[in-house]
């Protein structure tokens, strides 16, 4: 079976016999996966009134636990984006009353941010579905595929590190 990739590479070894394209064959076909799921978890996130940026906000607050508030600066930290970005989100999240920001205890300068009762309920209620879109997107492969390309796919993000 081929798939566009595929056609891709043959174009090129056709056109180029020259070069290795090889990488074209993973890369090409990790953007077309990468558009495929992203596409899915954003209409799973609707379905919930939310977003990818907000579910990511939410989901972090709730797997540090609701007894550990995170900084923004933690949160930008876990999040891997800039502090505008976490400053934007955080303002829409509270304005919808899913997360509050009050001053640290220990240090006036320093917010902390954790959820709502109403932030808590909505990331337990989008979580299971999100991890079911998950799921469907793995199905065509094997638990030992799927642990497989976990492996291969750390390896190669801590060798691009």
């Not at 056609?7 to 076909?29: E, H, K, N, T």
């Not at 220990?106 to 337990?124: F, K, Y």
């Amino acid at each position: 079976m081929t798939d566009h990739v595929d056609q891709v590479l043959a174009q090129w070894a056709a056109q180029r016999p020259d070069l290795d394209v090889s990488p074209m064959a993973v890369i090409g076909r990790l953007k077309q996966l990468t558009a495929r799921v992203e596409a899915e978890l954003k209409r799973t996130f609707a379905l919930h009134g939310l977003d990818t940026p907000s579910f990511d906000v939410l989901a972090t607050l709730r797997r540090n636990g609701p007894e550990r508030p995170l900084t923004p600066a933690e949160l930008m930290r876990s999040m891997m984006v800039t502090s505008g970005a976490v400053t934007q989100r955080l303002d829409r999240l509270q304005e919808r009353g899913l997360i509050r920001r009050t001053p640290s205890p220990t240090d006036g300068r320093v917010v902390l941010v954790a959820l709502t009762e109403a932030g808590l309920a909505l990331v337990d209620e989008t979580l299971p579905d999100h991890l079911a879109t998950e799921q469907r997107l793995l199905a065509p492969l094997a638990a030992a595929d799927r642990e497989q390309l976990a492996t291969l796919l750390r390896t190669l993000l801590e060798g691009l590190d």
